[in-house]
């Protein structure tokens, strides 16, 4: 029964209902491919689901403790656990081997260029989950480390052996993860705040964090639009765009959130995350 226990809570750490980000983004390359024969393919479908996720969200939970325990999104899959003292003194042990498990076939499959792929990715987040002084408290350039979801992309392409992404789909997919994480920061705000951490939402405030959302996703509809001359994939953007507008002008404004309000918000952006994922696989728009 301990063993089932654990394995929740392990799950739990890794935020199934946020694992529709890395997956967009490794499937992304593989755009209109012949890949369901590939037993590379499935092995990095499986590693940026629990295993990424788990280093990610695992390493974060270990310095928000004190946060997390104030946070009523936490103890869901949805947005992670609330682990006990004993829970977390045991987590980097189980981090690594399951990172281990994973990375030893993979750098040996594809050599140096994934061994390096791995080093960056245990940087950022070592920088972003430092103790003292890490990026995550140090706002604005908490943003600046959601660079480090792009690389789902070239493992992507290194484990499906893809063409490269243009530049400018890294730049949307950058502006993507940034709008992302201002929606995280946005949730927590209130929490953020009672226990004194610092983020560019607790900073700019509630009203101020929104229209920077707004401003990110006008920018990105202008790209979907303008460059990509995507109008079907960008237009569901800019329905998602339209409703920003009247979550911040007319429904909730700066109020927060509850939690049955944030389990829908995530159950919703994971209905539009299938659809959006299945549509640019299935028409390559962004290659």
């Known amino acids: 029964m301990k063993i089932v226990q654990h394995l929740l809570f392990w799950l ?15 499937l992304l390359p593989t755009s209109q491919m012949d890949i369901a024969s590939s037993p590379s393919f499935w092995f990095g479908l499986i590693y940026v689901t629990f295993p990424l996720n788990f280093l990610v969200y695992g390493w974060n939970d270990l310095v928000d403790q004190e946060t997390d325990a104030v946070n009523p ?8 656990a609330r682990g006990s003292e004993a829970e977390l003194k045991r987590l980097p042990k189980v981090i690594v081997v399951v990172q281990l498990i ?25 920088l972003y989950n430092l103790k003292k002084n890490g990026l995550r408290s140090r ?15 070239p493992f992507s392409i290194l484990v499906n052996d893809t063409a490269n992404l243009p530049i400018l789909t890294f730049v ?4 993507f ?9 946005v949730m927590d705000i209130e929490p953020d705040r009672k226990s004194g951490r610092k983020t ?27 460059f990509y001359q995507e109008y079907i ?8 765009l339209l409703w920003l507008l009247i979550d911040l002008f007319i429904i909730y404004k700066t109020k927060t959130y509850s939690l049955s309000q944030m389990k829908l918000f995530g159950l919703m952006s994971n209905v539009v995350a299938i659809f959006s994922m299945s549509y640019v696989w299935y028409t390559a728009c962004l290659l």
């Open 12 to 26: 739990k750490v890794s935020r199934p209902g946020l694992w529709f980000a890395t997956l967009w983004l490794y």
């Open 200 to 226: 560019t939402a607790t900073i700019l405030g509630m009203k101020k964090t929104k229209l920077l959302i707004i401003g990110i996703v006008c920018t990105e509809v202008f790209i979907l639009f303008y």
């Open 233 to 240: 994939f960008g237009g569901i953007l800019a329905i998602g």
């Open 102 to 126: 994973f990375m030893v076939p993979l750098v040996y499959l594809e050599g140096m260029p994934m061994l390096i792929l791995f080093a960056g990715l245990v940087l950022i987040n070592w």
């Open 177 to 185: 993860a940034v709008q992302s994480h201002l929606i995280g920061e």
């Open 139 to 153: 706002p604005p350039l908490e943003l600046l480390c959601q660079i480090g979801y792009l690389l789902v992309a």
């Open 73 to 80: 999104r936490k103890d869901t899959f949805w947005f992670g």
């Open 172 to 175: 949307y997919l950058f502006l």
